[in-house]
């Protein structure tokens, strides 16, 4: 049960049970230093002692019970991230409360030639033995970081797109209104500023760096997110689409599709820290529109064997559900489901001190869990995800069965069924065509509310390990923008009755707001709540209520649409740059919530900007101006 105190733990380390046998001294020395508190005890002597206790308990019988620990999946990072995570404690201590640095530019931090991480860790002692609580004066951090680290970012370099036109041929023909074809082709020359490459030295010497090696250049999110993102590559390359950069976006693809086929799955980011975790499954999309416009068979060859690993990925294991209905029938969906039970490295302290409220070691690597299956849903953070919203201590994200992700799954089916029949593997579609039709199903009898006129996200009654059965009173009644991603889906968009419920629905959710639409109605403080609105959740709306036959649709999806174009031009007009979410109670105010500070760039709000011109285009008589 989670406390409502926060209030920090002297020692939290003190706490921590061992429940598993490790290998060796070494492997529980690894696991103990992934706990950035760790180093506390070490500070005060108890080190050696410590450790030897825990080790002489592990190989011996155990004697408390293994349930008193999340046993779930964990899939470590690198030696480099877990003491990166102890820099960041450092100057999260050191430096005055309203002055700390985003502690993600900690753990993005690469070493320095030519010392190596051995002989920086005995620095590190040196530098914080006298230290209690691992503060240190700020000049002496700041000096210390300067002699034995390149600063965050370093690791990727500038990378001039080959195929970058300053005014391609026919670009957004249908933009009428100069003022707005001018700020679009700004809008597409951002594109430069985003794109990179990842250091020579980075798969020359992998160890000393956090960053992962990729094959091809990569468009960044911007701001401080300075690697490849995988759920935002794909409305990043929706606007590449129409920007015609068809070999940036080939890169884009082919650098994610080696992530899958060295991991398994697509990582969050192309990062260490990144690889217990993936992002909303949109690889398959990627392909399906850069097909679309290029008809590149060589990619779909190659994507199709990438592809199905990742389907298995999001299919099995912990990430599977079965939900049975009234009817006795077991609908197979899938949930988020983090690879973690710590806090997460590039937000450690943060995540610590949120923690710090629970009593048991089991509490908080539940909580540790859920906080990182936030994170890989793309959606950190929201009252979706709490038992008790807004109380953040009731995360509870691997307990939902979300609508949206089994959007992209059934896209993903749909994808995968079209990609093969264009290979010849008439089979295979017709496989994925009938998965795909087991999965509208459950759309209807697990998420579908009648009474709402939308699909709403199921709360699981146990741990998901085992079929459970279906409870009307275990769908989540609150109204978010995820409740109307089905529409994105050609099926649904296609049923004239179902739009119809749905486009009403809509109407009368509360979501829709002068400049756009609202993640949710619960202003929480968190950033993928009220009142803020964010590129995805807009343009799956729209795209999905423009592609229907209904009139009623259509003119809904452009005024969306048209909404956020118009804040995103004052809020660049007024600012200089494209934020990451915007305020949508508000026309022309970027969004803000959340922990850390709003970033800009941004890859996909330009990526929507530029589709939704594309589809919509913007009249000469329709003045962009408020």
């Known amino acids: 049960m989670a406390m409502k105190s926060l209030k920090r733990n002297a020692n939290p380390i003190i706490s921590i049970h061992i429940h598993k046998p490790f290998l060796s001294l070494s492997s529980l020395c690894n696991y103990l230093s992934s706990f950035p508190s760790f180093i506390d005890l070490k500070r005060q002597g108890f080190t050696l002692f410590f450790l030897l206790l825990c080790f002489s308990l592990t190989t011996s ?16 990072t690198t030696p480099l991230v877990t003491f990166l995570q102890h820099v960041q404690l ?113 798969r020359e010497s992998p160890g000393r760096y956090t960053l992962l090696p990729l094959p091809e250049p990569v468009i960044i999110p911007g701001s401080r997110f300075r690697e490849v993102y ?27 599709m080696s992530l899958v086929e ?44 990438v592809l199905l690993k990742e389907y298995e990925f999001w299919n099995s294991g912990k990430h599977k559900v079965v939900i049975r209905d009234a009817s006795g ?24 001190e949120s923690a710090s409220g629970f009593s048991t070691l089991l509490e908080k690597q539940r909580f540790h869990r859920d906080i990182a299956t936030a994170a890989e849903s793309g959606c950190d953070f929201t009252t979706r995800w709490m038992r008790d919203p807004p109380h953040f201590t009731t995360m509870a994200t691997t307990s939902v069965v979300p609508v949206d992700l089994n959007v992209f799954l059934l896209k993903m089916e749909l994808d995968i069924a079209f990609l093969m029949e264009i290979s010849g593997d008439k089979n295979g579609s017709d496989r994925f065509v009938e998965a795909s039709k087991a999965r509208e199903k ?19 009654s146990s741990n998901g390990d085992e079929t459970e059965t279906w409870k009307a009173e275990n769908q989540n ?76 649709a259509k003119e809904m999806a452009e005024e969306i649409a048209r909404r956020w174009i118009r804040s995103n031009y004052l809020v660049y007009k007024k600012s200089g740059t494209i934020h990451e979410k915007l305020k949508v109670t508000e026309l022309g105010e970027y969004g803000g919530g959340g922990e850390y500070k709003p970033q800009t760039g941004f890859g996909w709000s330009n990526g929507v900007i530029l589709a939704f011109l594309e589809e919509f285009g913007w009249p000469s008589h329709l003045s962009i101006e408020p």
Request: with cysteine; charged share 25%; net charge negative.
């Open 61 to 76: 019988s155990m004697v408390e019970s293994h349930t008193d620990s999340d046993s779930g999946p964990v899939v470590q």
């Open 329 to 352: 029938y077991d609908h197979v969906l899938s949930r988020y489901y983090a690879m973690w039970n710590m806090p997460r490295p590039e937000s450690s302290v943060f995540d610590e």
């Open 262 to 305: 060295t991991y398994g799955y697509a990582l969050n980011g192309a990062r260490a820290y990144y690889t217990n975790r993936s992002q909303p499954p949109l690889l398959s999309s990627m392909v399906y529109e850069i097909y679309n416009v290029t008809k590149d068979e060589e990619l779909v060859r190659k994507a199709i064997p």
């Open 90 to 202: 450092t100057a999260f201590r050191s430096y005055p409360k309203k002055q700390s640095a985003d502690p993600k530019s900690y753990i993005d931090l690469s070493l320095k030639r030519p010392y190596t991480l051995s002989s920086i860790e005995s620095a590190f002692e040196d530098l914080t033995s006298e230290s209690l609580d691992m503060s240190v004066p700020v000049e002496k951090l700041e000096r210390f970081v300067k002699q034995y680290f390149d600063g965050a970012g370093e690791d990727m370099l500038h990378h001039e797109p080959v195929d970058f036109v300053s005014d391609p041929s026919g670009f957004l023909s249908n933009v009428e209104n100069e003022k707005v074809r001018d700020w679009a082709r700004e809008v597409h020359g951002l594109w430069r500023n985003l794109s990179c490459r990842v250091s020579d030295s980075v």
């Open 477 to 552: 009644t609150n109204v978010f923008a995820s409740n109307f991603a089905p529409i994105w889906i050609n099926s649904f968009n296609s049923d004239e009755k179902l739009v119809k419920k749905v486009v009403k629905a809509l109407e009368n959710s509360g979501l829709i707001a002068p400049a756009g639409i609202l993640s949710s109605l619960t202003d929480s403080g968190q950033q993928w709540d009220y009142p803020n609105g964010w590129a995805p959740q807009q343009e799956m709306i729209v795209t999905g209520l423009a592609r229907s036959s209904s009139k009623e």
């Open 230 to 256: 995988n759920w935002d590559s794909y409305w990043v390359i929706k606007g590449l689409m129409t920007s015609q950069m068809f070999t940036t976006a080939k890169g884009l693809v082919t650098n994610l």
């Open 442 to 460: 459950a759309f209807e009898t697990v998420f579908w509310n009648e009474k709402a006129g939308q699909w709403l996200d199921y709360w699981l």
